[in-house]
């Protein structure tokens, strides 16, 4: 068993968990990044992080965090 909260998770499903919580408006906030800032959508969104790892790790970072808050 990994200890790795995010193991086995998809992006897309970190994502629409982190949407839900937070809103678009507000994940644009806490990660400054301009597919969450301007017109998002789940699918523009998934195609940025997929291919830019260090957004990629801001979102991760947030999920795990709220994890811990939760």
């Known amino acids: 068993m990994s200890n790795d909260p995010l193991h086995g ?15 678009w408006e507000r994940l644009g906030q806490l990660i400054a990044i301009r597919c969450f800032q301007h017109e998002p959508s789940l699918a523009s969104s998934l195609k940025f992080l997929r ?14 965090k709220d994890l811990a808050h939760k």
């Open 51 to 64: 291919k830019t790892p260090w957004a990629r790790e801001k979102v991760e970072a947030l999920y795990i």
């Open 9 to 23: 998770l998809p992006l897309k499903t970190i994502l629409q968990a982190l949407v839900e919580r937070h809103g």
